[in-house]
C-alpha cells in the first residue's frame, strides 16, 4: 500500500449509481437528502447510514460535501450539509457513534501512512509526518479516552483540608490534639506599626 493509497479509498468521490433527477420545486434540504439516498442506495443505505458509514470511515463532512455536490450537480457547501444531516431522526445519537469508529480508521491510517512513507528526501519525510500527526490529532478529538492521553499535571486542592492542616498546625497541644482548656493566643509573625 503506498502512502497515498491510505486515503485514497476515504477521500475518493462516490457517485451514484444512477444519475439523481432534478426536481426543480423540491426545497435544496430534499435534494440533498435525495442525492444522500442515491448514493447509499449500493449498499442499501438511507441517507443516514450513508453519511455514518462514510464518518465512521474516517470520511469528513467536507469531503461528503463535495460527494453530494458531483453528484447532484450544483454545490453544496459543508454547513448545509451538515445542517440537513443533523436534521434526519436519530442523526444527533448516532453520530457520536461514528466518530468513535473514525477515531479507529485515523489511528490505522497514521500507522499505514508511517509504514509506507519515503525515506527519499526530507520533504517526503515531513509529508507524512505532517499527515501522521494531523490523523492522530483527529482520532484524539474524536476518542480521547482512548486515544487522548492526560496532558499535563492534574492538581486538586482542598481549601477545607488547608484551612484545617494549618489549624491544627497552630493548636498549643500540638498536631491533632484538643485541648479541654483555654487556648493560649498564637504568637503574631508580623508587627502592628503607630499611625503617624
Keep these: 500500500m503506498s502512502e497515498t493509497d491510505a486515503c ?7 457517485r451514484p449509481q444512477t444519475p439523481v433527477p432534478s426536481d ?10 435525495r442525492t444522500l439516498t442515491a448514493l447509499g442506495a449500493p ?3 438511507g441517507p443516514l447510514d450513508f453519511v455514518l458509514s462514510a464518518v465512521a470511515s474516517g470520511k469528513t463532512i467536507h469531503a461528503l460535501a463535495e460527494d453530494v455536490t458531483a ?7 459543508r454547513d448545509a450539509l451538515s445542517r440537513v444531516v443533523s436534521s434526519l431522526p436519530g442523526a444527533r445519537e448516532r453520530l457520536p457513534d461514528a466518530r468513535l469508529d473514525a477515531a479507529h480508521a485515523f489511528a490505522e491510517e497514521s500507522l499505514a501512512l508511517a509504514d509506507t512513507a519515503g525515506t527519499d528526501s526530507r520533504e517526503a519525510i515531513q509529508k507524512a509526518q505532517m499527515r501522521i500527526a494531523s490523523r492522530q490529532w483527529m482520532a484524539e478529538r474524536f476518542n480521547r479516552a482512548v486515544y487522548g492521553g492526560p496532558k499535563g499535571v492534574e492538581v486538586n486542592i482542598s481549601i477545607g483540608q488547608m484551612h484545617l492542616a ?3 498546625r ?3 497541644a500540638g498536631p491533632g490534639q484538643i485541648t479541654d482548656g483555654p487556648v493560649e493566643p498564637m504568637a503574631a509573625d508580623f508587627e502592628v506599626l503607630p499611625e503617624g
Design 43 to 45: 449498499n442499501g443505505d
Design 166 to 168: 494549618a489549624l491544627q
Design 71 to 77: 453528484a447532484l450537480g450544483e454545490p453544496v457547501r
Design 24 to 33: 426543480p420545486g423540491m426545497t435544496k434540504a430534499d435534494r440533498i437528502i
Design 8 to 14: 485514497d479509498r476515504r477521500d475518493s468521490v462516490v
Design 170 to 172: 497552630h493548636t498549643p
